[in-house]
């Protein structure tokens, strides 16, 4: 396995990604939550009275606004963070494994990382594998191998993604890349 592929050898301090924000502000949620997309109302989802979900973390519902706190709830409260993560970078800190923000923004406005209209489609929800586990929604590209062979195949869904992550992976090279 090529070092780059494997997570023994790499390492991740911090939670800073780049991504696609999902976020959506809602009667429901959080009062601070901002909408930076209007096609996913993941209110229409969501299960805030549990009745199909016997409980969640004391961080509620992180998406459809968030969670609006005491005394409309009795969780945290907390904003909406609903998002799509395209590249992990860990920590702006090169010497914790990370990246700096600068570096980040200069390749993005380089002209070096092409950057295409995102259409985005959910192909799942999952339950992850942090205890207690957290539902999330999948953006996965699917088909996940294209038909090449057919020129007249449409690209598969989510492939916006898919592109800029490669290209992100490709232009960085650092220990938290995962």
């Not at 790499?10 to 949620?29: I, K, M, P, Q």
């Not at 992850?128 to 088909?143: C, Q």
């Amino acid at each position: 396995m090529p070092p780059v592929l494997d997570p023994s050898k790499s390492r991740v301090d911090g939670l800073a990604f780049l991504g696609l924000s999902l976020t959506r502000r809602s009667e429901y949620g959080h009062p601070q939550s901002i909408t930076h997309q209007v096609a996913f109302d993941l209110n229409e989802v969501l299960d805030r009275d549990y009745q199909y979900l016997f409980s969640s973390n004391d961080d509620g519902w992180l998406v459809g606004g968030g969670e609006p706190g005491p005394p409309n709830s009795y969780k945290l409260a907390a904003k909406d963070t609903a998002h799509v993560e395209i590249l992990r970078i860990g920590t702006y800190r090169p010497e914790w494994g990370g990246v700096k923000e600068d570096d980040i923004i200069n390749a993005l406005v380089s002209g070096k990382i092409l950057i295409p209209q995102i259409e985005v489609l959910p192909t799942a929800v999952v339950a992850n594998g942090d205890k207690p586990p957290e539902l999330e929604i999948r953006f996965d590209m699917e088909p996940a191998i294209p038909d090449f062979d057919d020129p007249t195949a449409p690209l598969p869904v989510n492939w916006g993604l898919r592109f800029l992550h490669n290209q992100l992976f490709k232009y960085f090279s650092f220990p938290s890349r995962f």
